[in-house]
């Protein structure tokens, strides 16, 4: 079966772009085989930093034929007293069909004409010819770039193409203004082991052919022989290294033939913190560093950096890689030792200088406002002085490192240098690990703070950017959110649920809108709800996609434009949460299918009555002289009985207890809607109606201890 290769050679691409051009390819290319009716039982995508190629095999070398049928006119317009009209004659002539072709067939519109055309298959061939240009054109990146005086939009100048149906050459040219780039069978090689060109015969040849110029053109044969390669040499080293996984996709995405460069640094750099020497390596150089051991995180004067040049010249390569590496360490040595002749509280008053954000002036204006914040939130969790004083502090100095050398070099560090310093400083060490522990999670997924000095000040500092940035209007919308205020508001639920904070987010949102508006002259009432609005729908998401909770039981517990429970979400998020998860739980052990069908149902008939949310209590407003029925009675009692259930259930969150009780009264409840002794809900009596809808909202009430079992959908 046939198989075709495609090569663009380039100009060195981007890291970034190679990775998600391998990724689109993957995507589209088999969608486009699938939208032409190709099979195949391969689709490769290949890159190095010089081409992007695929590699298709077991093609058929046609397309199959096929039957089209073709909607025409309307039946009356295409035919008048039987004979065929200008419209029939023109249809049959445009689909290239004799008159005698057209069939007529009713539809939901009334009768049309049709004609059925059987279609060749065409041949692979002239599909690829039309295909490739459009793969190539369809390519999406960052900063595309033109070249010459053509049109043509590409990461980089494309400079070849290779184009083979097993061996011949398809031919494709690609067109950029006076340039004109014609498929062939040449390929480049290596720049420095192999800088002749080379001929593929055939399209299965590719891997090889390249292999055999130095061009591993597969990343993930690429990215193994990098690991295996720097490990072996961190071993004979006397050390190990870590594969930073983003660190290596770069490498891998650097190279057409790997090899590792052992380099190595004076040991008086040793002297910089870790994280410092890291940075400088893996961030900013591409380096490898080497650990004595991996968990120790001790280091060894040594670094690992994968060339693509010569490996007989890797000496040389050694050396330029070393006076690279001294020049950027020997700046964190300066940088680190000034900023320590100095203690992290001086360098408060810089921050003056920083702008948090022009309507809302530096970032001590808003340590200001976070050190507030934070002294709201040990109130609420009624935290001992010392706490207390320890939060004050860290969320003073939290954002102090900002102004340090050492991070206005290397941002990457800020809250790292902060802890380093505050130590350095004579800080208390929770205030110092708060210091940096504040910024996490800095995405999904990622580590949260695990003192509790590290949760107030992150939070607080979330709380702030959050109702700051709300507060002057810059809201997100759609996918636009430049202040990440979506994963601000995560994090602030993602800090609460694990550490279970017994906060009251609805009254801290409320005190902190209060407070921005009286220093900033807006409208609290509007602030406060616009940020319960964007809370409640993260707390939504969260559930939903991180708790894998059903939608409907998300609904139950969060309420569907329902201000009791909205409130209680916000005022409880460790509630909210308690109750989603133990929903899902009881629906997949089928508890919940146990009382579904009374609860629901009382629920709903409920809503045609007059009771509130909150009462409990049967005694004062069942009338038992109203009672026709012994169901009546029998419910009643089972509501007596249920009342001390709830009210612990309530004070303990142990909502088991609950659905105890009120799979208990389950029967009570089906035998007064449909036993021998049941009753007409919607009595034509009014008082008599109005008591047996007072007994199923009371039912309605206590189920809503735990959730709204009207949103609840059965057998989802």
Not at 298 to 314: A, C, M, Q, W, Y
Not at 406 to 431: R, W
Not at 487 to 514: H, K
């Amino acid at each position: 079966m046939p198989a075709f290769l495609l090569e663009v050679g380039t100009e060195e691409l981007p890291a970034s772009f190679l990775s998600d051009a391998i990724v689109q390819w993957r995507s589209r290319i088999p969608q486009s085989l699938e939208a032409n009716s190709l099979t195949s039982t391969a689709v490769e995508v290949y890159g190095t930093p010089r081409r992007l190629a695929v590699l298709i095999t077991g093609l058929p070398s046609q397309q199959p034929d096929r039957e089209e049928e073709i909607k025409g006119p309307p039946a009356q317009a295409a035919f008048k007293d039987g004979k065929p009209t200008p419209a029939a004659t023109g249809f049959a002539k445009k689909q290239g069909v004799e008159l005698s072709a057209l069939e007529i067939r009713p539809t939901e519109k009334g009768d049309f004409v049709f004609v059925k055309k059987s279609i060749a298959g065409r041949p692979v061939a002239d599909i690829f010819t039309e295909l490739v240009p459009q793969w190539i054109s369809g390519l999406e990146g960052k900063r595309l770039m033109r070249w010459g005086d053509g049109d043509v939009r590409f990461s980089r100048p494309i400079r070849w193409l290779v184009a083979l149906l097993d061996e011949q050459v398809l031919p494709i040219q690609l067109v950029n203004g006076s340039e004109i780039i014609t498929s062939d069978r040449l390929s480049e090689a290596h720049r420095v082991l192999h800088p002749e060109a080379v001929t593929i015969a055939q399209a299965t040849d590719y891997v090889e052919t390249l292999r055999s110029a130095y061009v591993i053109v597969d990343q993930e044969a690429r990215a193994k022989i990098i690991q295996e390669q720097v490990q072996a040499a961190a071993q004979k080293s006397g050390g190990s290294t870590v594969i930073y996984p983003d660190l290596l996709e770069e490498v891998t995405n650097l190279v057409e033939y790997p090899s590792a460069v052992v380099g190595n640094f004076e040991s008086e750099f040793l002297q910089l913190p870790t994280e410092v020497i890291t940075e400088v390596m893996v961030t900013h150089q591409r380096y490898f560093p080497v650990f004595k051991a991996v968990e120790s995180k001790e280091l060894l004067p040594h670094f690992i950096t994968v060339s693509n040049g010569d490996p007989s010249k890797s000496d040389i390569i050694a050396v330029g890689n070393e006076r690279v590496i001294r020049a950027r360490l020997a700046d964190g040595q300066f940088f680190y030792k000034a900023d320590l002749s100095k203690s992290l509280e001086s360098f408060l008053p810089q921050l003056e200088t920083v702008t948090f954000q022009e309507e809302l002036g530096s970032v001590r204006t808003k340590i200001d406002r976070i050190v507030k914040i934070a002294d709201y939130i040990s109130s609420q969790l009624q935290l001992e002085e010392n706490q207390r004083q320890q939060n004050q502090r860290a969320a003073l100095l939290c954002k102090a490192d900002l102004v340090s050398q050492m991070v206005y070099e290397f941002p990457e560090l800020q809250g790292i240098m902060g802890e380093k310093y505050a130590l350095a400083s004579g800080e208390d060490a929770e205030v110092a690990q708060a210091i940096v522990e504040h910024y996490l999670p800095t995405g999904a997924g990622d580590n949260l703070p695990v003192t509790l000095t590290g949760q107030v000040v992150g939070l607080a500092d979330r709380l702030d950017t959050l109702i700051s940035i709300f507060g002057i209007g810059l809201i997100p919308s759609g996918s636009s959110d430049p202040f990440a205020l979506r994963r601000a508001a995560n994090a602030v639920i993602n800090i609460t649920w694990p550490a279970n904070l017994q906060i009251n987010l609805s009254q801290l949102l409320t005190q902190i809108a209060g407070d921005f508006a009286a220093t900033y002259n807006k409208d609290q009432n509007a602030l406060t709800k616009t940020l319960q609005e964007f809370f409640l729908q993260r707390i939504r998401t969260l559930l939903q996609d991180e708790k894998q909770i059903d939608y409907d039981l998300v609904n139950a517990v969060l309420g569907e434009n329902d201000p009791e429970y909205t409130q209680r979400a916000l005022e409880d998020l460790l509630d909210v949460r308690d109750r989603a998860l133990y929903l899902q739980q009881i629906r997949r052990d089928g508890t919940l299918d146990k009382i579904y069908e009374t609860v629901n149902r009382s629920t709903k008939l409920a809503a045609q009555g007059d009771l509130d949310f909150q009462q409990l209590e049967p005694h004062n407003l069942i009338q038992p002289e109203l009672f026709q029925k012994s169901s009546e009675s029998s419910f009643y009692n089972a509501l007596v009985e249920l009342v001390p259930q709830t009210q612990e259930a309530q004070q303990s969150r142990n909502y088991q207890l609950l659905i105890a009780a009120l799979a208990k009264i389950a029967p009570t409840v089906a035998n007064f809607f449909d036993g021998e002794d049941s009753v007409l809900v919607m009595d034509s009596n009014p008082d008599i109606k109005r008591n047996r809808l007072h007994l199923l909202g009371l039912l309605r009430n206590h189920a809503r201890v735990l959730a709204d079992f009207g949103a609840i959908v059965k057998n989802l």
